[in-house]
């Protein structure tokens, strides 16, 4: 079950994890990119957790205040699709206290879904949106939370190994990518370790 209380609690350690890893984000980022997807996580999650006083009961007002923070911190590409996804999972959460393993799935969906049309990517392009997809394939066979976010996200950087990435900046290192996880699948998968 997901409600204000636990949300807090994901978010708080959020931010402490990506304190933590922001730079291996920078380094894993600047090697076919800008070098700056570490800064985009920690500055949106920092100002997410500066606003934790203002979530209420209401599970979409939270949303909302994390679609927010990203926007007002982040003007990256990937912070945009952070910002729009929490936009979308909040319309959806609107009047909800809590959320059971079938609306949580919800969650994840709407947030594929918006990174695939926002992103102008697909399934297989070996983006954030593969590790979505895989944490949705996981939670549909999983309820243990401990474990499902964990296995998910590092099954879909094992599934990608020697794949290119074949969307964003990072096209343009064409086989290089091969070698290289996407930056924001390693992200995922190093905050939910």
Not at 6 to 23: C, E, G, R, T
Not at 69 to 97: E, H, P, Q, R, Y
């Amino acid at each position: 079950m997901l409600n204000k209380d636990i949300l807090i609690q994901i978010f708080k350690k959020l931010l402490i994890d990506a304190k933590s890893s922001h730079d291996e984000f920078n380094a894993a980022d600047g090697k076919i990119g800008d070098g700056d997807l570490g800064i985009t996580i920690l500055h949106g999650l920092d100002e997410i957790n500066k606003n934790l006083d203002k979530f209420t009961d209401d599970l979409g007002n939270n949303f909302m205040l994390c679609s927010q923070a990203f926007v007002k911190k982040s003007g990256s590409s990937f912070g945009t699709l952070i910002a729009f996804s929490f936009m979308n999972i909040a319309k959806n959460l609107k009047g909800k206290n809590s959320c059971n393993h079938d609306d949580i799935i919800k969650i994840f969906e709407i947030s594929l879904e918006t990174i695939l049309i926002r992103g102008k990517t697909k399934i297989g392009d070996k983006t954030i949106a593969d590790t979505i997809n895989f944490i949705i394939k996981n939670l549909k066979l999983n309820k243990d939370y401990s474990t499902v976010f964990k296995t998910a996200t590092k099954e879909a950087l094992d599934e990608f190994k020697g794949k290119k990435i074949k969307i964003g900046r990072a096209r343009m290192f064409e086989d290089k990518t091969k070698d290289l996880d996407d930056p924001g699948m390693f992200a995922f998968y190093k905050l939910c370790s």
